[in-house]
């Protein structure tokens, strides 16, 4: 019976969207105004059907093969709902249900838009909405029935039994289905021929939301990465994370861009570029993790036709919209000229290294592809070459942050810009050679780091100061965006070159020291979770010879899968966490464990969480109501 | 509406498609694995669930089989060799050691049973592979490919290519006479009896257990397994059928650690904290110092004398009256 | 400077950047590139004396030898094997018998330095349980 609802829902979701897709192609104009309630029916379905298969989850139904595979009766509720993502065929139904969720909400909100602008961008994401839910109903149907379900389920995979993993998939498949919304906006822009500003303000808002999720998922990714690896490391250049990171490039690049022409009417044709390749990159992630093309510890199981068709359906959709920019993107208006010290020539040179970062990334992620395909051998590309293009690309770019907001539009003066600057140049200068100095031995990492940090957060401050913190929502939201920016730029800089690390064999009372902190281990016992069996190492944390603290390690046992676990122990602080792994027990009574120091690691998710809420402030400064003559002039010219 | 086209714009177009072509043709290889193929043999057979060839609707799943010793052959209808190794697994079938279970593996299922229908059925039950993913899983390349699976699911026989009398002879039989030894049974049930246990399914664990023990009755070690899991079934107490199998296994080998912690902990039960004092004592003697069994044994003896102490220290304050033994 | 000449000067420009670009993109992605060797490779000398690299294979069963944190175990692929150096902490999924990744340089006494261990993610295998703790001695 849940079955049939579920595939029932889907159904009707694919009935939807086929048909919102075939609205814009219609003759009568009156049936233009269906493209609004399909969108929403095509919402409705598609979350129900998520909702079916939650809920089989929760209810632990193992007549459900995903719930078979992936969750079991002692599992928690959070991670069992989390387990309907933790396959390929759950995850795709996720994507396709936040496509149709973004495209019911886009449907809602665009009810003042010109009739044919909105048909057009509804009717694309039906179409792709119609390719994901076909897809998902003839190769990965995520409701397939087991004939004779099990007594107990596989229990899910015990990394992903954390909560950062619990929302990280919703969030992170929001930002990639949300990147539709641009492409499709771009697209109805290329076939209407128009894209100016009143365009790139609609777009701006959906972008702007699509790049919040984006940031948060990945953040969210790296969080758990960090607890649950047992490594200490927050971003390892995996093919997976390197397939979350270029669309979330392409869509900076979009954001910054789309203000370009919604002030001015420039960047026009760079910005649909960039609304194209910023759904095509997310595509394109979609496609890597799932094909087997890559190894990766991320992946989900590896199988070529489903690869095949994914790549089939990234090939038509984005090479049929890149093909219509060819064609109608140099016919279209053109702007005022820029001089070459302005605004819009910031946002170009932005522009041109944000996509130059995207690339190197992806360079660096099918360079194994490609080395194989010449019988190269297996190839890793190590972690340097990614960290040096990222150095060499983030400090101009970082530069760039600083000049940018203070630059006029068109024409800036030097004088007058240099003034405005110099006293944030000062300050970042010596204050970088004054840490330095005090810090002793510092890396060029390190330095680098706070010099660009204090240049990004001097020259807000300085902007702000003037502008008395007065400023339209979208400036105050680039504000708290950027500082974000300074902050992270802090805390990976000093967390990469700032740490101390230790491995030792410790006897039960035995003390060890790592910079200036105290470890005692107190010993070591056997312990029992929900679903699991661990042995906990008791260590204190002493200083001048009081008890501070104490940290709990583990090594887990699940019991259903039989998998081993290393669970760290994480004292978290303002600059500094104290992380402890167990590892195995020598034979002469002694325990092997890593102690480290991090420094700094939480400025890092606390930049990315200023960065998602100043793109939340931007976006909420969108206006939402047409004015009157531009939706008349849109619907003269439709 | 202008038809040019710059050259500029055709630059993304142009490196897409260049990108999907790198792509599409990485696809057609088969998935890549850095390391070289590991051996199946020693390791868990992979789990399974799959349709029976002649009874469609019904599976059979890899945990069915637990318990027993039995032969999977991997054939199918368009392999040659698989029809010349059919007297072979007749053979294989009558001697009735172990049942013979089929795989169709990366065959359509008609063309299977047709198959069968021609050429004989040497099989319990044909289990049906269509994708392959199960033989893959097996570590199946090419069939026909024979694996003789324990009782406790590991595979531990793999023969590449056709089954002749020569090597039913020299390698299957020998294999089954071992796995039916009383001391290969008594590890494989065990090593079920684990499983099971990590399953949360006691009743099979204790089942297994009974099994091993009654394989090797001798061992100490099983029947305080045995007691263990039957106390866990009966909320963690070990008064009654734990207590008898604990006291046999101290005869056995009365300086067994195992053995002697349990009794403790029912001397503890029973109230006798200085019985259990002795037995753990005893069973400390036996430990290194630094062995992590030690540790806990010395906190539990730690436990005890705390509490001794404050109970004669109640005993003591109240008027006069000797501590309840 | 007429407009012409000035969109000629920013291609030429954008033309010698990107161009730069794409030389500094390479020569930093051919210095990072960690080639994969077989065991039989490396005994053969294929694998290079000086350079970081990954050697995959099985680690064969009982070559595991802990000196505290120092640990020596072989790796093999079936025909010939080479023994593996590491300081530190094992990965979870480490064990005999099982197919690993190392990634390192090559000794002078021509055993392997292995800087990461990266074992392979195997859904089958059952490690003893941890809550048989109460046992004497190593299982």
């Known amino acids: ?638 | 509406m202008s038809r040019r086209v710059r050259a500029a714009h055709v630059v993304p177009l142009a490196t897409f498609a260049l990108l999907c072509v790198l792509l599409g043709t990485s696809l057609r290889r088969s998935p890549q694995g850095a390391a070289a193929p590991e051996p199946i043999v020693g390791r868990s057979a992979p789990a399974f669930a799959l349709a029976r060839l002649h009874e469609p609707g019904a599976l059979l799943q890899g945990s069915d089989l637990l318990g027993q010793v039995w032969i999977l052959n991997a054939w199918a209808s368009w392999c040659g060799p698989c029809r010349e190794e059919l007297p072979a697994l007749h053979a294989l079938a009558k001697a009735g050691r172990a049942p013979l279970y089929g795989l169709a593996f990366k065959d359509a299922p008609q063309d299977s049973r047709d198959w069968l229908a021609r050429n004989s059925n040497p099989y319990v039950q044909t289990l049906v592979d269509t994708q392959g993913r199960t033989g893959e899983a097996f570590g199946v390349q090419g069939v026909p490919v024979t694996f003789v699976i324990d009782r406790d699911g590991t595979v531990q026989l793999r023969h590449d290519g056709a089954l002749t009398p020569q090597v039913l002879r020299t390698r299957i039989e020998p294999l089954l006479q071992a796995l039916d030894a009383p001391a290969a049974q008594a590890r494989a049930w065990s090593a079920l009896a684990r499983r099971w246990m990590s399953q949360g399914q006691l009743d099979r664990a204790v089942d297994a257990l009974r099994h091993a023990s009654a394989a090797q009755p001798e061992d100490a070690m099983l029947l305080c397994d045995l007691a263990g899991v039957l106390a866990a079934r009966n909320g963690n107490r070990l008064e009654g059928e734990p207590a008898a199998l604990v006291e046999r296994a101290l005869r056995v080998d009365p300086d067994h650690v195992q053995a002697l912690s349990l009794a403790g902990a029912h001397a503890l039960e029973r109230g006798d904290d200085a019985l259990a004092q002795r037995h753990w004592m005893r069973a400390l003697a036996r430990l290194d110092a630094n062995a992590p069994a030690a540790a806990m044994l010395r906190e539990n003896l730690a436990r005890l004398r705390g509490r001794t102490a404050a109970s004669a220290q109640a005993a003591a304050t109240t008027a006069g009256s000797p501590p309840a033994r | 400077m007429s407009p012409r000449r000035r969109r000629l000067a920013i291609l030429a420009s954008a033309l010698l950047a990107g161009t730069l670009a794409i030389a500094l993109l390479l020569y930093a992605l051919r210095g990072n590139l960690v080639f994969f060797y077989t065991p039989s490779q490396v005994w053969a000398h294929e694998a290079p004396a000086q350079r970081l690299f990954r050697m995959g294979g099985l680690v064969r069963e009982g070559s595991l030898r802990r000196d505290g944190l120092q640990a020596s175990f072989v790796v093999t692929d079936g025909v010939r094997e080479v023994r593996v150096r590491h300081h530190g902490l094992l990965p979870d999924l480490f064990r005999e018998g099982r197919g690993v990744v190392v990634q390192g340089r090559m000794g002078d006494d021509g055993a392997f330095d292995a800087h990461e261990v990266l074992a392979k993610h195997d859904e089958n295998y059952m490690p003893p349980p941890a809550a048989q703790a109460m046992r004497a001695g190593p299982p």
């Open chain 1, 1 to 638: 019976m849940n079955a049939l609802l579920a595939h029932a829902s889907l159904v009707l979701a694919l009935a939807f969207a086929l048909a919102l897709a075939a609205v814009p192609m219609a003759a009568p104009a009156r049936w233009l105004k269906l493209a609004r309630p399909l969108a929403a029916l095509m919402g409705l379905c598609a979350t129900l059907a998520l909702a079916c298969l939650a809920g089989a989850f929760v209810r632990n139904d193992t007549g459900f093969q995903l719930v078979a595979l992936h969750s079991s009766a002692s599992l928690p509720v959070a991670y069992r709902v989390a387990g309907a993502w933790a396959s390929h065929e759950g995850s795709l139904l996720l994507w396709f249900a936040a496509l149709a969720l973004w495209t019911a909400a886009l449907a809602r909100s665009g009810r003042e838009w010109p009739p044919v602008l909105l048909a057009r961008t509804l009717g694309v994401l039906g179409g792709i909405g119609a390719a994901f839910a076909l897809f998902l109903l003839l190769a990965s149907d995520p409701f397939t029935q087991l004939a004779q379900p099990p007594a107990a389920g596989r229990d899910l995979n015990p990394l992903l039994q954390h909560p950062a993993m619990v929302a990280h998939p919703p969030l992170l498949t929001l930002g990639y289905a949300g990147l539709a919304l641009p492409f499709a906006l771009a697209v109805a822009a290329l076939i209407g021929g128009e894209a100016g500003p009143d365009w790139a303000r609609r777009t701006r808002r959906w972008a702007t939301l699509a790049w919040c999720c984006l940031t948060l998922g990945i953040a969210l990714g790296s969080v758990w990465a960090y607890d649950v690896l047992g490594w200490g490391g927050w971003w390892f250049w995996d093919p997976v994370e390197n397939a979350s990171f270029m669309p979330w490039l392409c869509a900076t690049a979009l954001i910054h861009s789309l203000a370009a022409v919604e002030r001015r009417g420039a960047l026009g044709t760079t910005s649909l570029l960039l609304a194209l390749l910023g759904f095509g990159f997310s595509l394109l992630g979609t496609f890597l993790v799932r094909s087997g093309v890559l190894s990766s510890v991320h992946a989900f199981a590896n199988d070529p036709q489903r690869g095949l068709a994914l790549l089939v359906l990234m090939a038509l959709v984005v090479g049929a919209a890149l093909a219509l920019h060819a064609l109608r993107a140099p016919a279209m208006t053109r702007s005022a000229p820029f001089s070459l010290l302005s605004r819009e020539s910031a946002l170009v040179a932005n522009n041109v290294l944000l996509l130059g970062a995207a690339i190197a990334v992806l360079a660096g992620t099918l360079c194994p592809l490609l080395l194989e395909r010449l019988d190269l051998g297996p190839v890793a590309v190590g972690a340097p070459y990614f960290d040096a293009a990222m150095a060499a690309l983030m400090t101009p770019m970082a530069f760039l942050m600083g000049i940018g907001p203070l630059a006029r539009w068109g024409r800036a003066e030097l004088p007058s810009l240099a003034r405005r600057l110099r006293a944030a140049a000062l300050v970042s200068v010596l204050a970088s050679v004054a840490v330095a100095w005090a810090a002793g031995h510092v890396g060029w990492l390190a330095v680098l780091g706070i010099a660009v940090s204090l240049w990004i957060a001097s020259t807000l401050l300085s902007d702000t100061l003037r502008t008395r913190g007065r400023g339209a929502r979208a400036v105050q939201g680039m504000r708290i965006a950027h500082l974000g920016v300074a902050v992270f730029a802090l805390g990976a800089s000093l967390a990469k070159s700032g740490g101390e690390e230790r491995e030792v064999a410790m006897r039960v009372n035995e003390r060890a020291t790592l910079a200036g902190e105290s470890f005692v281990l107190r010993g070591v016992a056997p312990v029992a979770g929900a679903n699991y069996d661990a042995l906990q190492a008791v260590i204190d944390i002493e200083r001048d010879g009081r008890v501070v603290g104490q940290l709990q390690p583990q090594r887990r046992l699940y019991r259903l899968r039989q998998v081993a676990t290393t669970e760290a122990a994480i004292e978290r602080g303002l600059v500094r966490d104290l992380y402890v792994s167990l590892g195995d027990p020598l034979d002469d009574g002694r325990w092997l464990l890593r102690l480290q120091v991090k420094r700094f690691i939480g400025w890092i998710w606390a930049g990315c969480l200023l960065m998602a809420l100043g793109g939340a402030v931007a976006a909420s400064g969108v206006r939402t109501r047409e004015p009157q003559r531009a939706s008349q002039a849109g619907e003269a010219r439709a």
